[in-house]
């Protein structure tokens, strides 16, 4: 299984200057470069797949952090002969994205096969020591399957997510 995993957060103790180009709007997003990563927070080291098969969970060396400009930025002092815009953590979304090839055991029932229905969950957990801020939330679309629906020895049926 492939996976693209992407974690939005905001971080009120960062400050971002000058992240949009005069010609960019609020559509556009900004990567944070690599150097920086070990400057900040980031939530995916902090991500457990619970019932993935042990040693078979695999990260794509490729990860990406960007920033997405939510609100107006803050103009910094405006008699200065360049203008610096501040962008505020609290106000601004960082996401995260990496890809992750895993191996999930699934154990199912059968007896009346192929006139069954089965169900194979998918176990994400947030470790984060004595947390009380961070958590997943719902979002509108949280798990997008782009794969076939019919495959050699069955078809995938509904799928959907639950934050506890």
Not at 68 to 74: L, Y
Not at 126 to 155: A, D, I
Request: hydrophobic letters at 40%.
């Amino acid at each position: 299984l492939t996976i693209e995993t992407k974690l939005r957060w905001r971080d009120r103790r960062l400050t971002f200057l000058n992240i949009l180009d005069s010609a960019d709007g609020f559509d556009t997003f900004r990567d944070v470069p690599a150097t920086l990563y070990q400057q900040i927070w980031l939530p995916m080291p902090k991500i457990v797949h619970e019932n993935a098969v042990i040693g078979q969970v695999k990260k794509d060396d490729n990860l990406y952090v960007q920033i997405h400009p939510k609100k107006e930025p803050e103009i910094i002092d405006a008699e200065k002969p360049t203008e610096n815009l501040k962008f505020l953590g609290s106000d601004n979304d960082l996401v995260m994205i990496q890809r992750f090839k895993l191996e999930y055991r699934c154990d199912f029932f059968l007896k009346i096969f192929p006139f069954d229905q089965q169900k194979c969950n998918f176990i994400m957990k947030l470790k984060v020591q004595s947390n009380t801020s961070v958590m997943f939330v719902e979002s509108p679309e949280p798990v997008v399957y782009e794969g076939p629906k019919v495959l050699t020895e069955f078809e995938v049926g509904d799928i959907s997510s639950e934050t506890k």
